[in-house]
């Protein structure tokens, strides 16, 4: 089990009494945050539960994107590398980190797959997607070498969400309320009781609101991407 979070990473890893049990994520983060700066790609880390859209937000920013930005993803499943796919047929270059157990990625699983073919690619883009493991919880402690920290929030999980997660959103740079289309057919669910929630525990709110199905707000999502970075 990982000595963080529980989440069955078989990982046994030796530490001090007087370290932080983050402490060696947080030297692998500063290291690929250095080698992203060099290289002038510019990483965002999107984190939210399974089902909240998190890989046909990036289908659409890429469609947005198309012939002005370079973009790479790598994704975390447990299992499979169904959302890796998907988003290479979005036209991104992809590629899927699978975690067996762990419910969460981290900064060595990053440094890993950014070795061989996939890194030269990653080297190519000015965006750099790490779509992480669903999950409300775990994902958010593990810094990665991010640049932003996007938290997906479907409309469909309810209004609670970041009452009852709210590290999750302390740590966001920006909150993106997706499957606005769906408003309709949820009674009693408004954005303005989601945007209040966030407000109560995220540091300094940032939302928007996205439908990946008819396009609304992913114009929005675009330009509250970071810029593209130079080149070291």
Do not use: W
Not at 129 to 152: S, W
Not at 177 to 191: A, M, Q, R
Not at 200 to 212: D, F, H, Q, Y
């Amino acid at each position: 089990m990982c000595d963080v979070c529980g989440c069955g990473d078989t990982r046994v890893v030796s530490v001090d009494v007087h370290t932080s049990l983050l402490a060696h994520n947080d030297h692998e983060a500063a290291h690929l945050r250095r080698h992203f700066a060099e290289i002038g790609v510019v990483a965002v880390n999107v984190m939210g539960s399974p089902g909240s859209g998190k890989t046909a937000l990036l289908e659409a920013a890429a469609r947005a994107l198309a012939g002005t930005r370079r973009i790479a993803a790598l994704s975390g499943d447990l299992a499979t590398r169904l959302d890796a796919d998907r988003l290479a047929a979005a036209g991104i270059a992809a590629e899927a980190i699978t975690t067996g157990s762990a419910c969460h990625l981290d900064a060595d699983m990053i440094h890993r797959a950014l070795h061989g073919d996939f890194g030269a690619r990653v080297a190519e883009a000015d965006l750099l997607f790490i779509e992480n493991v669903g999950n409300l919880v775990c994902p958010a402690i593990y810094d990665l070498g991010q640049a932003q920290n996007v938290v997906v929030l479907s409309v469909t999980e309810g209004v609670d969400k970041p009452l009852k997660y709210p590290v999750m959103f302390q740590k966001a740079d920006l909150v993106v309320l997706t499957k606005i289309d769906l408003l309709p057919h949820l009674p009693g669910v408004t954005t303005r009781e989601l945007r209040d929630n966030v407000a109560r525990v995220m540091p300094a709110p940032r939302v928007i609101e996205v439908s990946a199905v008819t396009g609304v707000g992913v114009e929005d999502l675009v330009a509250a991407l970071p810029p593209v970075a130079a080149r070291g």
